[in-house]
T-cell receptor, first 109, second 112 residues
Framework: DAKTTQPTSMDCAEGRAANLPCNHSTISGNEYVYWYRQIHSQGPQYIIHGLKNNETNEMASLIITEDRKSSTLILPHATLRDTAVYYCIVNVQGQNFVFGPGTRLSALP | DVKVTQSSRYLVKRTGEKVFLECVQDMDHENMFWYRQDPGLGLRLIYFSYDVKMKEKGDIPEGYSVSREKKERFSLILESASTNQTSMYLC???????????FGSGTQLSVL
C-alpha cells in the first residue's frame, strides 16, 4: 500500500510560488517526510526532509501539519528549471526509499 | 556539492554479454546503491553496499552482482545480459544508511 498520496500533475506560473501537497495519513512517529525531484533524463535529486518541524533550505520549504498527516513542499519562486517529477516519501531512517509516481510539476512561462 | 558519476550515459549491448556499469562518488560516503527505473514501476533497489567489500541484496538482485573494492567506486555487473534488463540504471550514495541519497545522472542500457 502506498504510504503517500500526491496529485498526478500540477502547473505553476513562472516566478510564483509552487505548493506541492502530500498526504501521509498513516505516518508513524519515527517516519520522516522526504522530498526528491527528478528532472527529465536525470537521476532524482534530494530536496529536503523533516520529522515534525517545518524546514527550509536554499531549494525549498517543507511545511508539516501538526498532526503530521500531510505536508506541503514550497518552491518560493518557480522557474522553468523546476519542471520535474516531485516525489514525497515517508521513511524510517535506515530503510530503503520507496519512490511512488510523484507529482509532475510544469512551470509555465 | 556531492558528485556521483556514472561511466556511461547510454549503452547498447547484445544478449548474453557481460556488462559492467561503473559508479564513482567523491564525498567519502559509506553507502552506495544501485537502482533501476522502469516506466510504471518506479525505482527499484538492486543492491547496496555500506562498506568496502560489503554488499546486501535489494528487492531485485536476480541477474546482477556488484563489486566494491574501493570506498568511492561501486560497480554493477550483469553476468549475462538479457532483454528484460533494458532499463535506466541509477547509482546513488549516502552518508548514512538510507539517509538522503545523492544520485548520478543514470545509464540508459539497451540489451538487444
Amino acid at each position: 500500500d502506498a504510504k503517500t498520496t500526491q496529485p498526478t500533475s500540477m502547473d505553476c506560473a513562472e516566478g510564483r510560488a509552487a505548493n506541492l501537497p502530500c498526504n501521509h495519513s498513516t505516518i508513524s512517529g519515527n517516519e520522516y517526510v522526504y522530498w526528491y525531484r527528478q528532472i527529465h533524463s536525470q537521476g532524482p535529486q534530494y530536496i529536503i526532509h523533516g520529522l515534525k518541524n517545518n524546514e527550509t533550505n536554499e531549494m525549498a520549504s517543507l511545511i508539516i501539519t501538526e498532526d503530521r498527516k500531510s505536508s506541503t513542499l514550497i518552491l518560493p519562486h518557480a522557474t522553468l528549471r523546476d519542471t520535474a517529477v516531485y516525489y514525497c516519501i515517508v521513511n524510517v531512517q535506515g530503510q530503503n526509499f520507496v519512490f511512488g509516481p510523484g507529482t509532475r510539476l510544469s512551470a509555465l512561462p | 556539492d556531492v558528485k556521483v558519476t556514472q561511466s556511461s550515459r547510454y549503452l547498447v549491448k547484445r544478449t548474453g554479454e557481460k556488462v559492467f556499469l561503473e559508479c564513482v562518488q567523491d564525498m567519502d560516503h559509506e553507502n552506495m546503491f544501485w537502482y533501476r527505473q522502469d516506466p510504471g514501476l518506479g525505482l527499484r533497489l538492486i543492491y547496496f553496499s555500506y562498506d568496502v567489500k560489503m554488499k546486501e541484496k535489494g528487492d531485485i538482485p536476480e541477474g546482477y552482482s556488484v563489486s566494491r573494492e574501493k570506498k568511492e567506486r561501486f560497480s554493477l555487473i550483469l553476468e549475462s545480459a538479457s532483454t528484460n534488463q533494458t532499463s535506466m540504471y541509477l547509482c546513488a550514495s549516502s552518508p548514512g544508511r538510507f539517509e538522503k541519497l545523492f544520485f548520478g545522472s543514470g545509464t540508459q542500457l539497451s540489451v538487444l
